[in-house]
């Protein structure tokens, strides 16, 4: 986790209230710890961008809609 707040400066709060919200889905290993994948740190960085542009959760879930 903590690599993972260096790379995108988000909070580990944040990363876990982003992935409650099923924003990010990284996976859990066999100790329950979470192993983010490139693409789950691209997203949380894009996340933070719609953030820093003033975009709530709700917004930002429709834009990133799969």
């Excluded at 924003?23 to 329950?32: E, S």
């Excluded at 693409?39 to 879930?61: C, P, S």
């Amino acid at each position: 986790m903590s690599v993972v707040k260096d790379m995108t400066k988000l909070s580990g709060r944040q990363i876990r209230y982003y992935e409650e919200q099923g924003l990010v889905k990284p996976v859990r290993n066999d100790g329950n710890r979470r192993v983010f994948s490139l693409n789950d740190i691209d997203r949380l960085i894009e996340i933070k961008t719609f953030i820093d542009k003033g975009i709530n959760v709700a917004g930002i879930k429709a834009m990133l809609k799969d």
